[in-house]
């Protein structure tokens, strides 16, 4: 059974960090394009980061470039992200997603980030 487990969310400052985390379990976790994905109170969904299935290469959305890191372990089957100078506008739920596009799309069930002012 697939699963995507995501921890680390929470209420932190503005300018705070906090770092995401997403147990994945029942697949072959090197093998997929991951996904961190937001979607904000009364907002559609926002794509956050992506990273490749070998983990070289990284993407972000130009709203947290700068500010927020993807990261894997392969040997672990975990994703990250690692984001640091939050903003008030970075409030959202944080779901992590494997295969965005794909056929075998999968969402885990999310973390809350709350941004304080």
């Known amino acids: 059974e697939v699963q995507l487990v995501e921890s680390g969310g929470g209420l932190v400052q503005t300018a705070g960090s906090l770092r995401l985390s997403c147990a994945a379990s029942g697949f072959t976790f090197s093998s997929y394009w991951m996904y961190w994905v937001r979607q904000a109170p009364g907002k559609g969904l926002e794509w956050v980061s992506a990273?490749?299935?070998?983990?070289?290469?990284?993407y972000y959305a130009d709203s947290v470039k700068g500010r927020f890191t993807i990261s894997q372990d392969n040997a672990k089957n975990m994703l990250y992200l690692q984001m640091n100078s939050l903003k008030p506008e970075d409030t959202a739920l944080y779901y992590c997603?494997?295969?965005?596009?794909?056929?075998?799309?999968?969402w885990g069930q999310g973390t809350q980030v709350t941004v304080s002012s």
């Open positions: 990273i490749n299935s070998g983990g070289g290469s990284t």
């Open positions: 997603v494997r295969g965005i596009g794909k056929r075998d799309n999968y």
